[in-house]
């Protein structure tokens, strides 16, 4: 089964970090995985926060208000 991943945020600096620490601890792990980027206020509504970033790993999420780093998602995603 394959993992989604979403970074939600306005596209600020913080959010657009958090998407890069994505995707390298991704290529760090060599896994298959969909990351999507949700910058739709609307979107990001329905998952009840109110600081971004936020990191959702299957529809669950991992870390909200901060960047998330690579060792960190690399650790989630295991």
Same mark, same amino acid.
């Given at each position: &089964?394959?993992?989604? @991943?979403? =970074?939600? *945020? #306005? *596209?600020? #600096?913080?959010? !657009?970090?958090?998407?890069?620490? =994505?995707?390298?601890? =991704? !290529?760090? +792990?060599?896994?298959? =995985?969909?990351?999507? !980027?949700?910058?739709?206020?609307?979107? &990001?509504? /329905?998952?009840?926060? $109110?600081?971004? #970033?936020? +990191?959702?790993?299957?529809?669950?999420?991992? @870390?909200? *208000?901060?960047?998330?780093?690579?060792?960190? @998602? /690399?650790?989630? $995603?295991?």
């Amino acid at each position: &089964m394959s993992k989604t @991943i979403k =970074v939600l *945020g #306005p *596209g600020c #600096p913080k959010c !657009k970090t958090t998407f890069h620490n =994505v995707e390298e601890a =991704v !290529k760090q +792990l060599g896994i298959e =995985v969909e990351i999507t !980027k949700v910058e739709d206020i609307e979107e &990001m509504m /329905k998952y009840n926060v $109110l600081t971004t #970033p936020v +990191l959702v790993i299957d529809e669950e999420i991992k @870390i909200k *208000g901060r960047i998330a780093q690579i060792d960190e @998602i /690399k650790e989630l $995603l295991k």
